[in-house]
């Protein structure tokens, strides 16, 4: 017998359909509740169309600072998820670089706007 986990999303829109809160479960969690979040990405791969089938979205409460955050984390564990799964490590580094590079021009605007 194959064994099953269930991951649960809720989303709260408010009247324009933006998100106003984002919680989630999952069968193999050990949290007695749901979890909170100001955003999430979701990616399925379909083999058939060889197609990318995402799902992105934020809360009106996600900061754009939180936001440069969540895609630098993101973007790096790619890299590690692509270096595990394929022989290139090099192109796993391609995308941490890629990462430093984004975050550090965001900083910068960050740091110019400031002032």
């Known amino acids: 017998m194959t064994k099953k986990s269930t ?22 969690s050990t949290a007695d509740r749901m979890n909170k979040a100001k955003a999430m990405m979701v990616a399925f791969w379909d083999g058939t169309d060889r197609t990318a089938l995402r799902i992105d979205l934020w809360t009106k409460e996600m900061m754009v600072d939180e936001m440069a955050d969540f895609f630098y984390q993101t973007l790096m564990t790619m890299a590690d998820t692509y270096q595990r799964a394929t022989p290139w490590a090099d192109q796993a580094d391609d995308m941490r670089a890629f990462a430093a590079d984004f975050y550090k021009k965001f900083e910068e605007k960050l740091k110019n706007q400031n002032q």
């Open 7 to 28: 991951i649960q999303i809720q989303v709260a829109l408010d009247e324009q359909k933006v998100p106003e809160s984002i919680e989630w479960t999952a069968t193999d």
